[in-house]
C-alpha cells in the first residue's frame, strides 16, 4: 500500500473546501466508510443537531439476577420405598422404610388424612 496523500474535498452544505487527510483516508477506509461530504465543521452542527440520537444507548443493563440460589447442597432425589396403602389398599411410595408398625398411606390418603384433623 503506497503512502496516501491529505486529499482536498468541497463541503456538500458550505462549499468551502477541506482538507481530508492521509490519516482521515485511512480511518475512514478501515471502516468502509465512504468520503466525507462536508467540513468538519458543518458534520459537528449537523451532529449536534440532529442530537445524536443514531447512537448511544446500547444495552441497558437487564434485571438479570440469578434466579434462587441452590440451598446450600444439592439434594439428592429421596429413596422411596413401595409400600401398600393402610387407608385403601393401593400401592403407596413412601420416603421410609414401612415397618409395619404403622400404618401407610399413600399420597391422598395421607392428604385426606391430614386434612380430617
Ligand atoms: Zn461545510
Ligand atoms: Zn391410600
Known amino acids: 500500500m ?7 474535498l468541497t463541503c456538500a452544505d458550505c462549499s468551502q473546501e477541506f482538507v481530508f487527510s ?11 466508510f465512504s468520503e466525507p461530504r462536508r467540513c468538519p465543521s458543518c458534520r459537528a452542527s449537523r451532529k449536534a443537531s440532529r442530537g445524536d440520537s443514531s447512537r448511544g444507548g446500547g444495552y441497558a443493563s437487564s434485571g438479570y439476577s440469578g434466579g434462587g440460589h441452590s440451598s446450600g447442597y444439592d439434594r439428592a432425589p429421596r429413596e422411596m ?7 385403601c389398599g393401593r400401592e ?26
Open 92 to 117: 403407596a411410595q413412601v420416603p421410609f422404610r414401612p415397618t409395619g408398625d404403622k400404618p401407610v398411606y399413600c399420597s391422598d390418603c395421607f392428604q385426606s388424612h391430614r386434612r380430617s384433623y
Open 81 to 87: 420405598f413401595t409400600a401398600t396403602c393402610s387407608s
Open 22 to 32: 492521509a490519516s482521515e483516508q485511512q480511518f475512514y477506509a478501515d471502516r468502509q
Open 2 to 8: 503506497y503512502a496516501q496523500s491529505d486529499k482536498t
